[in-house]
């Protein structure tokens, strides 16, 4: 299969030039190199700001290339992703062709890689269908809608009811409800999510009373319409929850254990000692 | 609480440099033993104090800047004591020393009070997470002391530098797969805590940053055979992306880590 693969890429003129620029070292070392850059720029340069805190910390000029080079959202740039796809893409080929010349001895490198590649598509996968939001809940009071980050409201197919929420132990006991049945009473925990149909729900927050809004969910710092759209009760305790679905976490999981069993592998059970001695000799 | 137990490491692993200076200088290699039996005793006593200090504050004793330099100091010693076992690690005993006595110092001018561990940190993913990275950065620290005494050798062709050389590498080769550990389990905890397993935080970034510099020095070294100056300067760059990391973004950033 993988000599297949190989004779594949060599089908195209242009492609095989693609492949062995890619297939060397040196490129994954290069590309590898501008990632490191890239998200280093991106600690240094604020990261989604809203329009004017940028105008108060930059000229507009400098704001204008920022902007228009990605800058202001590294990490979600086209160019990033196309860097961390060309890694990818680097780091398959640079498999490969290991596997190619001695697959037995290549084991833990194959694992190790395998794994990075596993990772780097989970988060492609997480990029394109992963979804994020936040809900507050009343207590005594059912809740099915959540805010997303772009503050767009989104419906979910179940209920969940507030049965109590402790302050002390920062924690809320929640039911969930689908066509008035009950199908699952839980705990939520710091560190302890409530998991349904792919959707989970991280203890974020809580309050009493009015809520007025909160960082990133810009759509909730308007508590008319929030008290309108979550059936506000005066004199009760809330709770926030972050909602996350996330499909891409299975292939990060998969591929983080791969990554640490590869590397465990290969510095731990592979004898370096024929590589030092004849390093040690010269 | 009792700070007992830190003085006579303090105190011990003062003792152990001038022991090792007397060592190095009159050349007496008998008192080596004695240097090192006593950095031994010192370690015992840092390795209680820690313990002491787990058990009163009822949570691991990795929270904030005071906890943190103790233990990395503590894990630089356990590092470097089980290296020397089976390593020649002689020349890095001074240097090593040195800085384990003034971290320790640096640690008793901060507030030693024991703050409470906030709700969202409370797992056992703490320990493993924060005790991989302090393994790991310790090597890595190690490491780059080796790298520096390289770079600091008159001839880098003596005995002493390629011992030297080698030493640095062989401690990346230990210390990449704790800081992997480490960086994995970060990211699982931070998925359990605050529901993304990646949100690009500065700590995050910037430790994996420092992997990924690893990463290439690793490449670099076992496949395009970069040693010496080269592979020197490279770890060095990859210890200042760790002391960066370490401390760095906590005093430049605002960020989830803000426990350090």
């Known amino acids: 299969m993988i000599i297949y693969a190989i004779s594949y890429l060599n089908m195209n003129k242009f492609v095989d030039k693609i492949a062995k620029w890619l297939s060397s070292i040196k490129t994954a070392v290069i590309i590898l190199s501008l990632v490191i850059l890239a998200s280093a720029s991106g600690t240094f340069i604020p990261q989604g700001l809203a329009d004017y805190e940028y105008m108060r910390r930059f000229n507009q000029p400098a704001y204008h290339l920022l902007r228009f080079f990605g800058f202001t959202d590294i990490y979600h740039s086209w160019w990033f992703i196309v860097l961390l796809i060309l890694l990818w893409c680097s780091i398959f080929i640079c498999t490969l062709k290991r596997l190619k010349f001695n697959p037995s001895t290549q084991l833990p490198t194959v694992i190790t890689h395998l794994g990075l590649l596993i990772i780097l598509a989970g988060a492609l996968v997480t990029r394109i269908l992963g979804e994020k939001g936040f809900m507050i809940i009343y207590e005594k009071h059912n809740q099915d809608t959540y805010i997303d980050t772009d503050n767009k409201f989104k419906t979910l197919n179940f209920k969940i009811y507030l049965d109590d929420f402790s302050l002390k132990d920062f924690r809320s006991k929640v039911v969930i409800h689908k066509q008035a049945q009950e199908i699952l009473r839980e705990t939520i925990e710091v560190n302890r999510p409530l998991s349904y149909q792919g959707y989970s729900f991280y203890q974020a927050s809580y309050g009493r009373d009015n809520f007025n809004g909160m960082g990133k969910y810009k759509a909730l710092s308007q508590p008319l319409k929030l008290a309108e759209s979550l059936g506000r009760r005066p004199v009760s305790w809330w709770t926030g929850l972050e909602v996350v679905r996330d499909p891409g976490v299975p292939f990060v999981w998969c591929g983080f254990i791969l990554l640490n069993l590869g590397i465990i592998l290969r510095f731990y059970f592979r004898p370096n000692a024929l590589y030092l001695k004849r390093y040690i000799d010269n | ?260």
């Open chain 2, 1 to 260: 609480m009792n700070i007992t137990y830190i003085n006579i490491a303090f105190a011990g692993y003062f003792l152990a440099i001038i022991i090792y200076f007397v060592t190095t200088a009159f050349k007496a290699q008998s008192f080596f033993r004695i240097a090192t039996i006593i950095f031994t005793i010192s370690f015992v006593s840092h390795t209680a104090y820690i313990f002491e200090r787990w058990f009163i504050a009822k949570r691991p004793p990795f929270v904030g800047m005071y906890e943190s330099i103790i233990f990395f100091s503590w894990a630089i010693c356990l590092v470097y004591l089980v290296m020397q076992r089976r390593k020649k690690a002689k020349p890095l005993s001074i240097p090593l020393s040195l800085s384990v006595v003034l971290m320790l110092g640096a640690a008793s001018l901060l507030d030693r009070s024991i703050k409470p561990l906030m709700p969202a940190l409370k797992s056992n993913w703490l320990v493993i997470h924060a005790t991989s990275y302090f393994i790991g950065y310790a090597g890595m620290a190690i490491s780059f002391l080796a790298s520096m005494r390289y770079l600091f050798q008159k001839s880098l062709n003596s005995p002493l530098a390629l011992d030297l050389d080698c030493l640095s590498f062989r401690l990346v080769t230990f210390s990449f797969p704790f800081l992997t550990i480490g960086l994995t389990t970060g990211s699982v905890w931070a998925k359990l805590a605050w529901g993304a397993y990646w949100s690009w935080d500065p700590k995050e970034t910037w430790a994996l940053i420092s992997w990924s510099v690893y990463a290439v020095y690793l490449h670099q070294r076992l496949l395009k055979n970069w040693q010496g100056k080269k592979a020197a300067y490279l770890n060095v760059v990859g210890f200042l992306c760790v002391l960066f990391t370490f401390f760095g973004v906590n005093y430049l950033f605002k960020g989830l880590h803000s426990y350090l």
